[in-house]
């Protein structure tokens, strides 16, 4: 069962990985006066997208707050995994409760919902499609559906152990 989790967890800090690069291009994109190379047609314009009132919070992109939640959710995944030297740091009970699969599931589903009201704003709002931030988004479903199977293997792991 720790195997399967091992392979979980490796897959949720390869997805974070992907999201950062994803990310870190997104907020190239923004910064940059150039178009995009994903400018395809008027309704697929990462540019567009990327330039929007909608690409930033409190005139921080939104990209750049991408990369800093996908490292984030790469590094809880890194230090839950069994095999990595990022355990010693769990030993103590504080760091315990924050680095959890809980913290994992609950901060992956809160940027799923970033995610999709992002979502909304592309389809219904500025009405462009950003094929990059559809990677993102189908990377954080991807993120938050394994943070999920994680806890449940969590929590039957730990019902097997006090059997």
Do not use: W
């Not at 567009?48 to 995944?77: D, M, Q, T």
């Not at 504080?94 to 599931?105: E, G, V």
């Amino acid at each position: 069962m720790r195997k399967k989790q091992q392979r979980l967890l490796n897959f949720i800090f390869f997805l974070s990985i992907l999201g950062i690069i994803l990310s870190g291009y997104l907020t190239y994109i923004h910064y940059s006066t150039l178009n995009s190379p994903c400018d395809f047609s008027e309704t697929f314009q990462c540019s567009l997208v990327n330039r929007s009132k909608y690409a930033e919070i409190f005139s921080i992109p939104v990209a750049l707050l991408g990369i800093i939640g996908y490292s984030f959710l790469g590094f809880i995944s890194l230090s839950l995994a069994k095999d990595n030297l990022l355990t010693k740091i769990r030993k103590k009970k504080i760091i315990n409760k924050i680095i959890s699969a809980k913290t994992l599931l609950f901060f992956s589903i809160m940027a799923l919902i970033t995610s999709l009201y992002l979502t909304y704003a592309e389809f219904f709002i500025i009405k462009a499609i950003c094929i990059l931030c559809v990677f993102s988004q189908i990377t954080i479903l991807g993120i938050t559906f394994s943070s999920y199977k994680n806890l449940k293997l969590e929590k039957s792991i730990r019902g097997d152990l006090e059997l």
